[in-house]
């Protein structure tokens, strides 16, 4: 669970790492949180990877050594707080097979876990945080082969699907879009994230015919998010309630709001 930076009395100060897994790419970044839960990004970093788990451990321990250069002196960075995609979790658990892969780097690294996020949430928060609304947005996040759209409607998250991505991503979202059956009418703000091609995501989204193909009553605006958005919302999550329990053992047997009870607990 998170509970040095919010309740901690021997220090003002503690120093995380919040890490943002992708099956190509780990995003980590340096942050910086009191006591009082404020949380301040001093760094962040994106590293590749190919292949089995153990290079994307091997990314990992490259951005956190890059990462510490920003350290102050006589400080260690211990702690991490993950950022994962939806299709790692199930009922606001991490699955099994990826909960062993983040108990290896845990254990490789020497970090101990205190939390986890769901991307798009933490991006909706930071959102919100940045721009003073709840929001109502799509957020597409583009993760190798796959991609997944997240509706969100005032704040809340009222749909997220995965999908493998086809030689044609704007049919990839339109279907995914359509099987929103119960939204009338679609938010017309788009936002992508993630690694890999974003730019040619961008003009094929904003090439298609969406007032004809989708329930959007204007044409939509598509922006892409800055590189380390995601990684920065994470962070910013970690100061929050939105963070789950820490995954340290093999199951996460509480829910969230048991937790948030804990913590508000004198």
Partial sequence: ????????KKEEVEYLCAMMVGPVTIDVALWEGTKAGSVKVLKTTSKSYQGEWK?????ADQGITEIESALPEG???????????????TEDRIKEHHLKQLKELTTALSLKPRGFV????????LLQKDEGTAQTVILIGIEGTHFVISLFKIG?????????????ISQDVESA???????????SRVLIYGSGDLEIIKTALLNHPWQKKANFLHFPKIEILASDFGVKAVAVASGSEIVYQSPEETTVSESKEQ??????AP
């Fill in 259 to 264: 937790e948030i009870e804990e913590r508000e």
């Fill in 75 to 89: 400080h260690e960075l211990t702690s991490v707080v993950f950022g994962l995609f939806p299709d790692w979790l």
């Fill in 55 to 59: 290079a994307a451990v091997d990314a």
């Fill in 118 to 125: 769901e991307i798009p949430i933490a991006i909706a928060h």
């Fill in 1 to 8: 669970m998170l509970e040095g930076f919010l309740h901690h």
């Fill in 177 to 187: 879009l359509t099987s929103f059956t119960d939204v009338e009418v679609l938010p």
């Fill in 156 to 168: 809340k998250m009222v749909h997220s699907i995965t999908q493998v991505r086809s030689e044609s």
